[in-house]
Every structure is written in structure tokens, then in C-alpha cells.
């Protein structure tokens, strides 16, 4: 393949699903660019065809959903108080997003439906593939970042493993999480055109199409840019429940880019590591001002957390936020959660290493930066 057709694409992804409503008149021009881009970032054939593969599936997948609530009453089940753990990457929200799974009412949403959603789960026969696919594809993504396992421990789980929120909206094509692209030898794609709201509204989707036919329980969800978004993500969720993780962003920024780094080298085959390093930071100076001023912090629905307070005791801290939201918090949840942090060490794969040496600059130099997110919400700097 020595290009990409985008007509081709639609054509083999509606014949494949039996459908033809994208749900979405301006998912067309979207791809249009998407298709730009990648013909532009010197794919060579083998990638092509990895990118025509993962184009069509995304496709197929949203074609289906959409066809599924027309086919079926998806659209009528409600989604009632999630808690939504939220915070930078390498904030210690996958952890919060692991413990909340274990609480009596919730419910985790796991990779092998969000990867292949329809038919809705709870209609599934007893032979179907989809757990035993998304294992399968975790076993790829892992045999070519091996490293990811290290950093991201909880990826050991596969298919059963609960993807970021970001994975829910990725056949969206607003965003290229490392989880649906890594089959597409390149670093993640930027320049997509955003819309917050359509992307909410694919995500409440999904979990109405993994919820409908099974009992009523709260989700708990995890994302690393809702807190960009209150004003989205609450009017889609207006009875949410979101807890918030803040840590150094000296720490967080490092940390994260020794992780992304990872994932492109093993995607991609290499990372140019001190441009990506001047990208990150620029990003991060952007991301960490806005974020000191947004109003959006201040809602009332917004659970505020510190990581040393977190991670001292993490089972005490979600206990008080349960007692404060006024639900339930039973002596079997904290068993559970307890009992997840033992038999989960962080570190079972090796210990990941990360340095806050940036760009050259010095600890105190990159702190400054930073200083007005963490006076805002009394952030203590950690050690190097």
C-alpha cells in the first residue's frame, strides 16, 4: 500500500458493520485530516496498511454502537453518580481508579468491551471472542513496548484491565491513545480538531452500551484531562463524584515523559528524546497556568487530594471522601482494597526509574515554573 483512501476506508468499514450512520456529519472531514496527516508523516507501506487496519476498526466499532442503539433501548439507561478519578499522568490515579473498583456498588469498565463494544456485553453468547481478542491485543501492545509493564504495572491485567477515558472516545478520532494505535509505527498524532462536548457524548454512550441489561451500579471511571474540562464533563454527569490528585508537577512532568518516551520508541522505534523533552515542557507550562486559574476547580463536586496524602494512606483518604459524599463505605470494600494493595505491588516488574534533568534545567528552576499551580493547592515539592 503506497497510500491511504479515505472512500476505500468508509466503504470496507459500513460493508463490514452492515451499517452506514456514523452518527456524526463531520466525521468525514475529520478523517479527511487524520488521512492528511498520515500521509504526510512518512509511513511506509507496512505502516499504511497498520493505519488503514486501525482506521477501519475504529469505524467498524463506531458504526455498530451506533447502529446497536436504534437496534436495541441503549439510549434509555441511565448513568448515576460515577466517581471520576482524575489528575496529571503519573498522579497515582490508576491506583485511586483500582481501589474505588473494589467498593461494594461500582463497577470498573474493562478494555475488552471498550475495544469491541458491540453487541452490548450483557447479550454476548457464551462463545464470544472479545475477552480472548483484547487479551490477544494486549499481549501485541506488550511484546512491542515491553517497558510499558514496568511503568504501568496494572497493564497485567489485559483485556480485563479498565482503559483511561480517553480510550472510550478514541473511534471519535479527536485523540490517538497509545492503546488503540500502537499497531501504527508513530509517535501519538496531534492537530485533530477538538470538540469536548461530542466527545462526552461518545463517552456517556459507551457506558449506557456496556450497561444496558445488567444491574444498576455506579461507574468508576479514570481520565487524565478531565480536569481541563469541568464544564463538559459535569454537564454530562451533573451528580458526579470527581477526585482530584495533585502531586509536584516537577515529579509529574519527568515522570510522564520517561513513560511517553517509552511508548514511542517501542511504537515508533525511536523517540528524538530533547525535542520531545523542550515539547513537553512547553506543554506543561501551558497546562499548569491554566490550571492555576481555572475557576472550575473551585465546584463543589470536586473532591481535592494531595498524592503524600494519598499514598500515606490510601484507603483512609477514599474512606473520608465516601463519608463526606454520603455513601456507603463497608468493612468488606476496605477488606478488598487492602487486600489489592498487598497482593499488587507497584514495583513487580522492576522498579521505574525517571529524572527530573530536563532540558538542562536545574530542580529549583523547573519548580519555579510551576509555582502558582501548587501555591494554589498547597502542593508541597518533593524530593529528587
Keep these: 500500500m503506497d497510500t491511504l483512501d479515505l472512500s476505500k476506508l468508509m466503504s470496507e468499514a459500513e460493508h463490514e458493520a452492515r451499517a452506514s450512520d456514523y452518527g456524526d456529519d463531520s466525521l468525514r472531514n475529520r478523517l479527511s485530516t487524520l488521512v492528511g496527516i498520515l500521509q504526510s508523516s512518512g509511513l511506509t507501506a507496512d505502516g499504511l496498511v497498520a493505519a488503514h487496519h486501525v482506521i477501519r476498526g475504529l469505524l467498524v466499532s463506531r458504526l455498530r454502537l451506533f447502529a446497536d442503539r436504534v437496534r436495541y433501548p441503549v439510549a434509555g439507561e441511565r448513568v448515576v453518580r460515577p466517581i471520576i478519578a482524575t489528575g496529571e499522568p503519573r498522579s497515582g490515579t490508576t491506583l485511586l481508579q483500582m481501589l474505588l473498583g473494589q467498593e461494594d456498588n461500582s463497577r470498573l469498565v474493562k478494555f475488552w468491551e471498550v475495544m469491541r463494544p458491540s453487541p452490548p456485553p450483557s447479550l454476548a453468547g457464551a462463545d464470544d471472542q472479545r475477552r480472548a481478542q483484547a487479551d490477544s491485543d494486549w499481549h501485541d501492545i506488550l511484546q512491542r513496548i515491553p517497558r510499558w509493564l514496568v511503568c504501568h504495572p496494572y497493564n497485567d ?44 457524548r461518545i463517552h456517556k454512550m459507551m457506558l449506557q452500551q456496556l450497561q444496558l441489561g445488567v444491574p444498576l451500579r455506579r461507574w468508576v471511571l479514570k481520565g487524565v484531562t478531565h480536569h481541563y474540562y469541568f464544564s463538559e464533563l459535569l454537564e454530562t454527569y451533573p451528580d458526579a463524584i470527581i477526585i482530584w490528585i495533585h502531586r509536584d508537577p516537577v515529579q509529574t512532568v ?45 465546584d463543589p463536586r470536586v473532591n481535592h487530594v494531595l498524592y503524600k496524602d494519598f499514598t500515606k494512606d490510601p484507603v483512609a483518604l477514599i474512606r473520608s471522601i465516601f463519608h463526606k459524599r454520603d455513601l456507603p463505605f463497608s468493612s468488606g470494600t476496605e477488606m478488598r482494597m ?34 502558582a499551580y501548587r501555591e494554589r493547592f498547597g502542593i508541597p515539592a518533593e524530593a529528587a
Design 157 to 200: 491485567m489485559l483485556g480485563a484491565g479498565p482503559p483511561e477515558c480517553e480510550r472510550l472516545w478514541a473511534m471519535d478520532f479527536r485523540s490517538t491513545p497509545p492503546s488503540a494505535w500502537w499497531r501504527v509505527p508513530l509517535a501519538p498524532i496531534g492537530g485533530l480538531p477538538q470538540d469536548r462536548p461530542a466527545q462526552y
Design 254 to 298: 519527568a515522570s510522564r515523559f520517561e513513560l511517553i518516551a517509552q511508548i514511542i520508541e517501542g511504537i515508533a522505534g525511536s523517540c528524538d528524546r530533547i525535542a520531545f523533552a523542550e515539547a513537553s515542557l512547553e506543554a506543561a507550562r501551558s497546562s499548569f497556568a491554566s490550571l492555576a486559574t481555572a475557576r472550575q476547580a473551585d
Design 338 to 371: 487492602k487486600a489489592w494493595i498487598s497482593s499488587n505491588r507497584s514495583d513487580r516488574y522492576g522498579r521505574f526509574s525517571y529524572s527530573p534533568d530536563l532540558c538542562g534545567l536545574s530542580l529549583d528552576a523547573l519548580s519555579s515554573e510551576f509555582r
